[in-house]
């Protein structure tokens, strides 16, 4: 597939939470970084709710810290919070801002969580991580802080939700898989940077094995792949606004670690 892909390629992770990028998203990013790709991780909300024990102000510090942490391990820039958990809201003021991030950084590929998840602030953050894509071009769209409008073509990749259902327990279909084998062991080692939300998560939802829970995350994705051993899904978000109908950088740049499920593509009507 020729898509005419810039030069330069700059990829942008963006979620939620500190440590909803590493859940879900990581192995991707790392391999875009070793195809060559300028990589930006960027998490909306500073996690100010994770914890029952510290106040809001010490574990958005330290909780900070550990995304840092976790950057430097990928080798990636890393954008401050703009809002506290609970607050990623789909409103006016937030999406001015989300729009001047993508203007500053300026993106050829968008890593966004999925628009079905089962909390709120994953789902209002992939919309306004759309939102503030398609804004990136408009002038007389006024950001937050004020950036100039930028022009190059952007392709958008959902994730696949947390624990691959959307909030109706329904199971969701990946449409395109990456092959994150040869990049497992440093992923695990992105979200341990996240020490603070081990015995949190264990106490609030039950899940008592963090680390081996991304894990079994990527082997769920690898098998439904049929051909990876360990996979990240994603789903292409709808050109219109954003790019020509073929840009699709991430199956370009990754070659034969990303492949695309041809049956997912018959039901969507595109072949």
């Given at each position: 597939?020729?898509?005419?892909?810039?030069?330069?390629?700059v990829?942008?992770?963006a979620?939620?939470?500190?440590d909803?990028?590493?859940?879900?998203?990581?192995?991707?990013?790392?391999?875009?970084?070793?195809?060559?790709?300028?990589?930006?991780?960027?998490?909306?909300?500073?996690?100010?709710?994770?914890?029952n024990?510290?106040?809001a102000?010490?574990?958005?510090?330290?909780?900070?810290?550990?995304?840092?942490?976790?950057?430097r391990?990928?080798?990636?820039?890393?954008?401050?919070?703009i809002?506290?958990?609970?607050?990623?809201?789909?409103?006016?003021?937030?999406?001015?801002?989300?729009s001047?991030v993508?203007?500053?950084?300026?993106?050829?590929?968008?890593?966004?969580?999925?628009?079905?998840?089962?909390?709120?602030?994953?789902?209002?953050?992939?919309?306004?991580?759309?939102?503030?894509?398609?804004?990136?071009g408009?002038?007389?769209?006024?950001?937050?802080?004020?950036?100039?409008?930028?022009?190059?073509p952007?392709?958008?990749?959902?994730?696949?939700?947390?624990?691959?259902?959307?909030?109706?327990?329904?199971?969701?279909?990946s449409?395109q898989?990456?092959?994150?084998t040869?990049?497992?062991?440093?992923?695990?080692?992105?979200?341990?940077?996240?020490?603070?939300?081990?015995?949190?998560?264990?106490e609030?939802?039950?899940i008592?094995?963090?680390?081996?829970?991304?894990?079994?995350?990527?082997c769920?994705?690898?098998?439904?792949?049929?051909?990876?051993?360990?996979?990240?899904?994603?789903?292409?978000?709808?050109?219109?606004?954003?790019?020509?109908?073929?840009?699709?950088?991430?199956?370009?740049?990754?070659?034969?670690?990303?492949?695309t499920?041809?049956?997912?593509?018959?039901?969507?009507?595109?072949l």
């Amino acid at each position: 597939m020729n898509s005419s892909i810039p030069e330069n390629i700059v990829a942008l992770a963006a979620a939620a939470h500190p440590d909803d990028i590493e859940f879900m998203m990581a192995g991707t990013l790392l391999m875009l970084r070793n195809a060559g790709a300028d990589i930006h991780m960027w998490n909306l909300s500073n996690g100010h709710c994770g914890s029952n024990i510290l106040p809001a102000e010490e574990i958005s510090s330290i909780r900070w810290e550990e995304a840092q942490n976790s950057a430097r391990l990928a080798g990636a820039t890393i954008h401050p919070s703009i809002t506290r958990d609970i607050d990623i809201l789909y409103e006016r003021e937030l999406i001015a801002r989300v729009s001047a991030v993508i203007r500053s950084i300026k993106p050829s590929i968008m890593l966004v969580p999925s628009p079905q998840d089962y909390m709120e602030d994953h789902q209002n953050a992939s919309r306004l991580l759309v939102t503030g894509a398609f804004t990136r071009g408009i002038k007389n769209y006024s950001t937050d802080p004020p950036v100039e409008p930028i022009n190059n073509p952007v392709a958008i990749y959902h994730a696949m939700p947390h624990g691959l259902h959307d909030s109706l327990r329904k199971r969701v279909r990946s449409g395109q898989y990456v092959d994150i084998t040869p990049v497992l062991a440093k992923k695990r080692d992105m979200l341990a940077c996240h020490r603070s939300q081990k015995e949190w998560l264990d106490e609030t939802q039950g899940i008592d094995s963090y680390l081996t829970l991304m894990e079994s995350f990527s082997c769920d994705l690898g098998i439904m792949s049929g051909r990876f051993q360990y996979a990240e899904g994603w789903r292409r978000h709808a050109h219109w606004g954003f790019a020509s109908e073929t840009f699709d950088p991430l199956t370009d740049m990754l070659s034969e670690s990303c492949w695309t499920d041809p049956e997912y593509e018959q039901l969507l009507g595109t072949l």
